[in-house]
């Protein structure tokens, strides 16, 4: 397929509220997906994470294996409004950093609405600096809270390397 591009995201690109998706009928669809794939980072090359969100937009990242980068999955907060950020059904090993970590980035960025559901954790030699899920602090301008409407749930987690690890760091 010559235009295959325009329907199937590369995921090497960051990702914002000004991308979009154009579907088989020509629409334009504002949600952003990341799904079906094997993500091997193994840190080479300056690979921070193996999906980073920088900006606003509804984004899925879903049925993925990610595997050994800083972060799995980073919410990098630096521009946009507020979006969704739907986070399941994917397995997540051997992470330096963090599995997923929610950042601000920029002081007065706001998001709201992150579902991490039904995640597979799993770190057999690496003891991630953060925890399994990493929510970090930050500034608001208009709400109470730079991050809100956050719901972690039914995920699994396993640390065979024989170390605790934080599953939840704030």
Known sequence: MENSRQYFPRLS???SASDRLVDFF??????????????????VAGSNASVEIQGGGDIGVSRNKILGSQFGVLL??????????LISSNSFEEQKGANIALTQSVQGMEYAN???????FLQL?????FGEI??????????ARW?????????????GQGTPIPSICI
């Open 26 to 43: 020509g629409r334009v669809d504002w949600w952003v997906g990341v799904g079906w794939n094997t993500i091997v980072a193994l840190n």
């Open 114 to 120: 992150v579902v991490i559901n039904g995640n597979e």
């Open 76 to 85: 990098n907060l630096r521009h946009g409004p507020t979006g969704t950020l």
């Open 13 to 15: 690109k960051r990702w």
């Open 147 to 159: 991050l809100r409407h956050v719901v972690i749930s039914d995920n699994v987690i396993g640390a």
């Open 125 to 129: 030699r690496n003891v991630p600096t």
């Open 134 to 143: 990493y929510i970090g602090t930050g500034t608001p301008i208009a709400a």
